[in-house]
């Protein structure tokens, strides 16, 4: 339930924010509950790439495609877009009565994503160095900017309030819910469409391969065999909500930085640990009452050994600790909030995913990776996000009751 | 109208950093538009490391100058203060390299290069080499992207209780792009409005949903930086110098150009506004 309580500090009140809805898109099915139900089921959506790249690699890439525009949003119209449109499918009714019941100028957007539509971008400049000029099709700022989708969404909801996209790179779906409490705690709007999407693209691919950082086969996140990512894509969307009246509440988002190098973790995991530490704190929380860790989990050697001695050393040994970048891959921008998504899931139906490509997994870590399907009761789950620039955020999400 | 009183995050203005960096004329005539002598024209990223100055772009210098100096102006530290930067179209230069690579089938990205391509460069070198843990979070919103970034930067000083740096900045477009014409960084200094600490020229900014139309802007900054989508924060800067009073209208959710042709439904709300009002 909702608590009025005094913030330790006198600084802020602990309050929680109302989930009312929520929905996701990713390589485990292209609706909701097919994702919930793969997720439940533990298989994995990671297949090999269907892009044409020059070396092996699996992707968590969406089992199909996803459908163009209506024609009169053509000038719209990239792989992203159409994804943001899907995520409009199954939650424009709860949007459009929250629109309704605060007013257009109280509701806000925010959109997270590290790619926008670059996927589009890459086509029209290849086009253009060959031939010296941009394809005729090719729009920038309705294409390529970051902003184009927020103008699309605005236009299918009629949300009039704030609007703009956070992009902290693989943080960047956690960390827009961050800036979502900004403003519902401020009073200055009253509910928050949250949504996050990245799509995969040979930017993105290649250029982790130029960090060494890409598994050739199926990614092993907190396995003694771990050797690197999966890239995947995927969209979420959750619907924030002042109102008191819900079965799952975000009740913390803590930030932090790195402060130590732009493509590695801290290795003592100093920074994560800030970041949960000031969830819990928001919350009023303590680390006992963490029942799950969705992790970031990417299945690098040095992330996950960063991640596992910041959760030991916050929340102890015991916790169930998964990673889903075994079924999804790693959704970059989109990954924190589609694992919220996940969370959520854990939260309603009392389990905790099996950490898949966990086994076998590495005893030298510490923590307690969940290998084996657990049916408990999940009050609270933390779920975890790291990204390039040392942009950490822990987001803290339990029922409330 | 004022914006309701209980719609408004209010902070108190400590101290600017503008950066130019491209034409000393452009940047003369900024400044005399400004009423002030301190705009940068050299982007030099004096917070970095001597070798991460040479790898980084305009985009991140100019961002770390203003940075600089809206911290040495105000006090405002960079090491200790979270940082919230804005910009419609980011590491774009850095980008148009990527592409190069991924045009002429490189297999492999350069490391250096695909990591300084993320919208949060800046920051992210800025808290490395200044030891700030603090979170620090970057954004973007097209033409409004003045009025968003004041906004997320305003609800963090509110929410947090806390010093905050916001710099703005949008580089030139490199060809074929063209949406940006001329590179800018701007950098504003905030602080809570309950801690009195005494300053000079001590200016409230209050922000809100404005429940009407603001048609246009009411000023036009100098020549090539009218295309630049962060130049709406420059008339922060004005009436933050001439310790001016009134309000400023920062940005223009404004329905843009093609609304028309996308049906009805676009422009037929009472869009949101961002307005700082100054008090003397």
């Given at each position: 339930m909702f608590r009025m309580i005094k913030h330790q500090f006198g600084k802020a009140s602990i309050r929680s924010w109302a989930i009312r809805s929520w929905a996701t898109a990713n390589a485990l099915g292209m609706y909701t509950k097919d994702a919930l139900d793969a997720l439940r089921g533990e298989r994995?959506?990671?297949?090999?790439?269907?892009?044409?790249?020059p070396f092996e690699t699996r992707c968590g890439a969406l089992p199909d495609e996803p459908p163009p525009l209506p024609s009169k949003f053509g000038v719209y119209d990239t792989r992203l877009a159409r994804l943001v449109w899907m995520m409009l499918d199954e939650l424009e009714t709860p949007i459009i009565d929250a629109v309704a019941r605060w007013g257009p100028a109280r509701v806000a957007v925010l959109l997270g994503t590290s790619t926008g539509g670059i996927a589009v971008t890459e086509r029209a400049y290849s086009s253009y160095r060959e031939h010296g000029v941009l394809p005729f099709s090719f729009d920038f700022a309705r294409q390529h900017a970051f902003h184009a989708a927020l103008e699309l969404v605005r236009t299918r909801t009629a949300i009039a309030g704030p609007g703009y996209v956070v992009s902290t790179a693989c943080s960047s779906g956690a960390k827009l819910l961050a800036s979502a409490v900004r403003l519902l705690a401020t009073n200055m709007v009253d509910a928050v469409a949250a949504i996050a999407v990245d799509t995969l693209c040979h930017t993105t691919i290649r250029g982790f391969a130029g960090l060494e950082l890409l598994s050739a086969d199926m990614c092993k996140p907190f396995s003694r065999e771990r050797n690197g990512i999966n890239i995947g894509e995927g969209a979420a969307m959750v619907l924030l909500d002042r109102d008191l009246d819900a079965d799952v509440f975000l009740l913390g988002v803590g930030e932090s930085s790195d402060a130590h190098h732009m493509t590695a973790p801290d290795p003592d995991g100093a920074g994560a640990k800030l970041a949960m530490l000031s969830a819990l704190e928001q919350a009023g929380?303590?680390?006992?009452?963490?029942?799950?860790v969705n992790a970031h989990g990417t299945g690098t050697v040095l992330n996950d050994e960063s991640e596992a001695r910041a959760i030991l050393a916050v929340l102890g040994r015991d916790v169930p600790v998964a990673s889903t970048k075994g079924y999804?891959?790693?959704?970059?921008?989109a990954g924190g909030l589609v694992e919220v998504v996940f969370a959520i899931a854990s939260l309603l139906d009392d389990f905790i995913p099996v950490s898949l490509g966990s086994e076998p997994f590495d005893a030298t870590l510490g923590i307690t990776v969940n290998t084996q399907a657990t049916t408990r009761r999940v009050r609270t789950v933390l779920s975890n996000s790291f990204a390039f620039g040392g942009s950490n955020v822990a987001t803290l999400l339990g029922t409330g009751s | 109208m004022l914006p309701r009183p209980d719609v408004c995050v209010a902070a108190r203005l400590l101290g600017f950093g503008i950066c130019c960096p491209e034409q000393q004329e452009l940047a003369q005539s900024l400044a005399q538009w400004l009423g002030?002598?301190?705009?940068?024209t050299s982007a030099e990223a004096e917070l970095l490391p001597i070798r991460a100055r040479k790898r980084t772009s305009l985009l991140t210098r100019m961002t770390i100058a203003a940075l600089a100096q809206a911290s040495r102006e105000s006090g405002v530290s960079t090491s200790d203060s979270p940082i919230v930067f804005g910009s419609a179209y980011g590491e774009i230069a850095t980008t148009v390299t990527l592409l190069d690579s991924v045009h002429a089938g490189e297999p492999r990205l350069s490391p250096l290069r695909f990591h300084a391509s993320i919208h949060n460069t800046a920051v992210g070198q800025v808290s490395i080499a200044c030891g700030n843990r603090r979170p620090c979070t970057a954004i973007a919103a097209g033409s409004c992207t003045a009025a968003m970034t004041v906004l997320e930067a305003l609800t963090m000083v509110v929410r947090h209780q806390t010093r905050v740096l916001l710099v703005l900045a949008d580089e030139t477009s490199p060809p074929?792009?063209?949406?940006?014409g001329s590179s800018l960084a701007i950098a504003l200094a905030f602080e809570p409005m309950a801690s009195a600490v005494a300053h000079p020229c001590v200016t409230t900014a209050r922000i809100g949903p404005m429940h009407r139309k603001v048609a246009t802007l009411s000023w036009q900054p100098p020549g090539s930086l009218r295309s630049n989508p962060v130049a709406a924060a420059l008339c922060v800067v004005r009436h933050f110098v001439g310790q001016r009073s009134g309000s400023v209208p920062l940005e223009l959710m404004a329905p843009s150009e093609n609304d028309h042709d996308l049906g009805s439904s676009a422009g037929a709300y009472e869009p949101w506004h961002v307005e700082l009002l100054f008090e003397s």
């Open positions: 994995s959506g990671l297949r090999p790439c269907s892009l044409d790249l929380m303590t680390p006992a009452d963490v029942d799950h999804t891959g790693h959704m970059l921008g | 002030t002598r301190s705009v940068l074929p792009f063209t949406a940006c």
